[in-house]
């Protein structure tokens, strides 16, 4: 989604007339051709060591150890630069992407253990599109196949919040999105397990080499530009 991103924020401008309902049903409908995605082992170590396994995380870092795996949460990096079927600055007015912000993410697994190598295929495709006034919210789900065989191993969606893209007459409130979409009550007790992580100050710094390579949480001047000055990386 990255690449689409860039690409979107090229194409963008402020060219009054536009009819933005008419686009997101058309978007609605686009159907993506696919994205392929490869890793090996490097990768999968490259993605756990950058959000936070340790040396001695043999089973995370070691790729001949005897269970040698990827973390679930690996399912969110395929499609960072796959091609969705749509430019987000023809669905909601004014797209600027320093005014973006990762809202939410849903992932589910479809496949474990999850192969610590391989060649997929990322098929994203627009899923709901919010007017909230002052921003426009969109939801892109993308589903990662194996490449060989066409199993899904991942489904996930991601939400960006985009301030001063709202306004252009949409749906306030969000579709029913199942699971993804859910409200989840914790049990009213004591959690069963507490563990608190600290994460290193330059932990983005190699996360972003697993493919978000948005300027944002890297560049200093980039950031210094957009309404969040200290928001060098994620924490």
Do not use: W
Not at 114 to 124: A, D, L, W, Y
Not at 125 to 133: A, P, T
Request: proline share 8%; glycine share 8%.
């Amino acid at each position: 989604m990255l690449s689409s991103l860039i690409e979107t924020a090229e194409q963008s401008d402020d060219t009054d007339g536009t009819n933005y309902l008419s686009n997101i049903e058309a978007a609605y409908k686009a159907k993506s051709e696919g994205t392929e995605f490869s890793y090996d082992f490097r990768d999968v170590i490259l993605y756990n060591l950058g959000v936070g396994s340790k040396r001695t995380d043999l089973p995370y870092v070691f790729e001949n150890d005897d269970d040698f795996q990827v973390l679930p949460t690996f399912g969110v990096i395929p499609p960072f630069n796959a091609v969705a079927p749509f430019n987000m600055a023809d669905i909601v007015p004014n797209f600027n992407p320093m005014m973006l912000l990762h809202g939410e993410q849903y992932l589910e697994v479809l496949k474990y253990p999850i192969p610590t190598s391989g060649k997929v295929v990322c098929e994203p495709k627009l899923v709901d599109v919010m007017d909230k006034g002052a921003a426009g919210v969109i939801v892109t789900g993308t589903t990662t196949k194996d490449a060989a065989t066409g199993e899904p191993l991942f489904y996930q969606e991601g939400t960006v919040f985009i301030r001063g893209a709202g306004g252009f007459g949409g749906n306030k409130a969000g579709k029913d999105r199942g699971k993804a979409s859910a409200t989840y009550k914790p049990p009213s007790r004591k959690p069963d397990v507490v563990t608190e992580e600290k994460t290193s100050p330059d932990q983005a710094a190699l996360y972003r080499l697993s493919g978000d390579y948005n300027p944002l949480h890297i560049d200093p001047e980039f950031v210094a530009l957009g309404p969040s000055p200290s928001n060098t990386h994620h924490r």
